[in-house]
T-cell receptor, first 113, second 111 residues
Framework: DGGITQSPKYLFRKEGQNVTLSCEQNLNHDAMYWYRQDPGQGLRLIYYSQIVNDFQKGDIAEGYSVSREKKESFPLTVTSAQKNPTAFYLC????????????FGEGSRLTVL | KQEVTQIPAALSVPEGENLVLNCSFTDSAIYNLQWFRQDPGKGLTSLLLIQSSQREQTSGRLNASLDKSSGRSTLYIAASQPGDSATYLCAVRRGGNQFYFGTGTSLTVIP
């Protein structure tokens, strides 16, 4: 089935460590996105990419990095510079058509110990 | 900047009741509006997508309407069931692959 796969589902990190969240899609979408979700807040955009080897910062990019070496993959690295990384992270994808629908993965919950 | 608001933040209804969830946005220059469902600890599941040229979309017991000029959308759920309990979010799409999300309405359907 077509969809978006995020891994791991749960991740624990010690302070000072970098961690990488995986996002893979087989929908043949050009655009991919990373969002952060905190309790009581809406989704906030971290990074997005519209094409391979290109990506743009979203509203809260500080302390995060991404790469887009393949169309189907858009991993997110949470670096030690991110001051409050404990959150629920959601990966999404869409076509670049203005009419396109947005699809989400199941999310990854990161907890800093 | 586009702002999306969903009121109320939480809603409890008895099973079988019909209900309406609201979504309002400040800028009518949108390409489409999408309604999502989110279960606790899960990702967002797309329910309905309404293009800017459309007035409504239906899927089963769900009906979503869009009034672009007034910046409003509603999600109507008929004959609610306990399995409908979840958080419902709306999102509008603007140019440049920009999406703006509401903070959601948490729905509880009481058996």
């Amino acid at each position: 089935d077509g969809g978006i796969t995020q891994s791991p589902k749960y991740l624990f990190r010690k302070e000072g460590q970098n961690v990488t969240l995986s996002c893979e899609q087989n929908l043949n979408h050009d655009a991919m996105y990373w969002y952060r979700q905190d309790p009581g807040q809406g989704l906030r955009l971290i990074y997005y990419s519209q094409i391979v080897n290109d990506f743009q910062k979203g509203d809260i990019a500080e302390g995060y990095s991404v790469s887009r070496e393949k169309k189907e993959s858009f991993p997110l690295t949470v670096t030690s510079a991110q001051k409050n990384p404990t959150a629920f992270y959601l990966c999404a994808s869409s076509t670049t058509s203005s009419a396109g629908e947005l699809f989400f993965g199941e999310g990854s919950r990161l907890t800093v110990l | 900047k586009q702002e999306v608001t969903q009121i109320p933040a939480a809603l409890s209804v008895p099973e079988g009741e019909n209900l309406v969830l609201n979504c309002s946005f400040t800028d009518s220059a949108i390409y489409n509006l999408q309604w999502f469902r989110q279960d606790p600890g899960k990702g967002l599941t797309s329910l309905l997508l309404i293009q800017s040229s459309q007035r409504e979309q239906t899927s089963g017991r769900l009906n979503a309407s869009l009034d672009k000029s007034s910046g409003r959308s509603t999600l109507y759920i008929a004959a609610s069931q306990p399995g409908d309990s979840a958080t419902y979010l709306c999102a509008v799409r603007r140019g440049g692959n920009q999406f703006y999300f509401g903070t959601g309405t948490s729905l509880t359907v009481i058996p």
